[in-house]
């Protein structure tokens, strides 16, 4: 029987793999938000405060505001600065 290289330990195996799932969830983390397109102004109906999003208002509970979809997050937020209903 030929043996090649020694077998990885199960410990070391799981580590790796937690590596791996840690560095996969960090890059989501942060390239999250920058891979969004869209961004939109919304007024919650229940509390009266405005939130910029990324997904689209469901306009029940989120109500959109503005002129639709904005291009950037500082777009949105500049926008929620004049907005009437965001005082």
Request: net charge neutral; proline share 5%.
């Given at each position: 029987?030929?043996?090649?290289?020694?077998?990885?330990?199960?410990?070391?195996?799981?580590?790796?793999?937690?590596?791996?799932?840690?560095?996969?969830?960090?890059?989501?983390?942060?390239?999250?938000?920058?891979l969004?397109?869209?961004f939109?102004?919304?007024?919650?109906?229940?509390?009266?405060?405005?939130?910029?999003?990324?997904?689209?208002?469901?306009?029940?509970?989120?109500?959109?505001?503005?002129?639709?979809?904005?291009?950037s997050?500082?777009?949105?937020?500049?926008?929620?600065?004049?907005?009437?209903?965001?005082?």
């Amino acid at each position: 029987m030929v043996v090649i290289g020694k077998p990885a330990s199960r410990n070391r195996v799981m580590s790796n793999l937690w590596k791996r799932a840690a560095l996969v969830g960090l890059t989501m983390l942060f390239a999250g938000p920058a891979l969004a397109t869209s961004f939109y102004l919304a007024l919650n109906t229940n509390t009266g405060d405005c939130h910029v999003m990324v997904t689209d208002p469901d306009g029940q509970t989120m109500k959109r505001l503005g002129v639709g979809a904005y291009q950037s997050y500082d777009e949105a937020a500049d926008a929620m600065s004049r907005a009437p209903e965001c005082d």
